[in-house]
């Protein structure tokens, strides 16, 4: 039995059970309890996995575009600003048809730096390609990351599972 705490939580447990064989990661707010837990599942052999820290947000994307070519079943989670710095390869992994799953911790995008609850984040990517499905509750988000990857692999499309964070 699983005890969900959060929704961070919830969303590894899903990566988890799905079996993601690759994980790239980049630390931002409100993202990165979720991919802690993801490392540690890892480091306790809980779950088979190679888990890259990478230097960026556009890498931890570039490097999951890279695994999900060579046929790795992957995962990376965003947030704010990060997900704008991953535009590039937004771009390039929906015109590449890749069955990547991310989830996007849902926080506003502001100047100088804003901390608060918004999806203006995730729906500034709204026309990528790529399918966003919104969360509103645990539940939901484990439920909704396990079956983001079967429908990523059975039409080769990319996904974003946006929750919201704080």
């Known amino acids: 039995m699983y005890m969900i705490e959060n929704g961070n939580t919830a969303a590894a447990l899903g990566v988890k059970l ?6 790239a990661a980049y630390p931002i707010t409100p993202q990165t309890p979720l991919t802690e837990k993801l490392s540690e599942y890892v480091e306790l052999g809980e779950m088979k996995a ?14 999951c575009i890279a695994a999900s070519s060579a046929g790795a079943r992957v995962f990376t989670a965003t947030s704010a600003n990060g997900l704008l710095y991953m535009h590039e390869q937004i771009q390039w992994a929906s015109g590449a048809r890749l069955p990547i799953v991310m989830c996007v911790v849902n926080r506003a995008v502001g100047a100088p730096w804003n901390v608060w609850n918004d999806q203006q984040d995730s729906i500034s990517q709204r026309d990528t390609g790529w399918i966003q499905i919104y969360c509103c ?9 396990i079956k983001a990857y079967w429908l990523a692999e059975k ?10 964070g704080y």
Do not use: F, K, N
Request: charged residues 20%; glycine residues 2%.
């Open 50 to 63: 190679e888990y890259i820290p990478v230097e960026s947000e556009h890498s931890a994307l570039a490097v």
């Open 155 to 164: 039409i080769s499309i990319p996904i974003m599972v946006c929750y919201d």
């Open 137 to 145: 509750d645990h539940q939901q988000i484990i439920d909704t990351v």
């Open 18 to 23: 799905c079996r993601a064989g690759v994980i």
